[in-house]
């Protein structure tokens, strides 16, 4: 009866060290503040579509505009299943540095603009009152791995659409994964 419990205890931190090592055994990217999609069937990180990506503006009234970030095509060329959730990776540029600072998630509308079809969404709305940003961002939180990497937890459950990642510091030369 006695070894019963160094039985359980010792149990207890096999599972610890177990899953504690799980969460942590993900490959570190190769290059900063370039998310990257985790294939959990092949272990192995994954590029996100690198799109050229543009700044438009347009007039929605007599005196008021928009300021608008889009991509050209209807869709992007990679696809999650909805059924489960993409895991996705990020190193930041160095180890103190904030995830948050640096990555957004923003969900596209797909429009037709002059005859194009383009994901865009709108970065600010300006009139006679001033301007004000309108970013609409879906939650993001990162679970250290180590120093400088992070798995990116999503804040809600992603429906269908068009989605991404973008650096809120880069707002007159955009990027987009």
Do not use: C, W
């Not at 700044?55 to 209807?74: D, H, K, N, P």
């Not at 180890?95 to 969404?121: A, I």
């Amino acid at each position: 009866m006695k070894s019963a419990p160094k039985i359980i205890l010792l149990i207890i931190i096999f599972n610890s060290i177990f899953i504690s090592n799980a969460q942590t055994n993900f490959p570190e990217p190769d290059f900063s503040n370039v998310p990257m999609y985790y294939d959990e069937v092949t272990k192995e990180l994954k590029n996100l579509e690198r799109p050229q990506v543009d700044v438009g503006m347009r007039a929605t009234g007599f005196t008021s505009g928009e300021q608008y970030v889009y991509i050209e095509g209807l869709t992007s060329t990679v696809k999650f299943s909805q059924e489960k959730q993409p895991v996705f990776i990020f190193k930041t540029s160095t180890p103190s540095e904030d995830p948050q600072s640096v990555l957004n998630l923003v969900k596209m509308q797909v429009n037709d603009h002059k005859g194009k079809t383009q994901r865009e969404y709108i970065l600010a709305k300006a009139g006679m009152a001033g301007a004000k940003s309108t970013v609409k961002l879906i939650g993001l939180d990162f679970q250290r791995i180590k120093p400088g990497v992070y798995k990116v937890m999503l804040g809600e459950e992603l429906g269908a659409g068009e989605y991404v990642f973008s650096d809120p510091n880069k707002t007159a030369n955009p990027r987009a994964f």
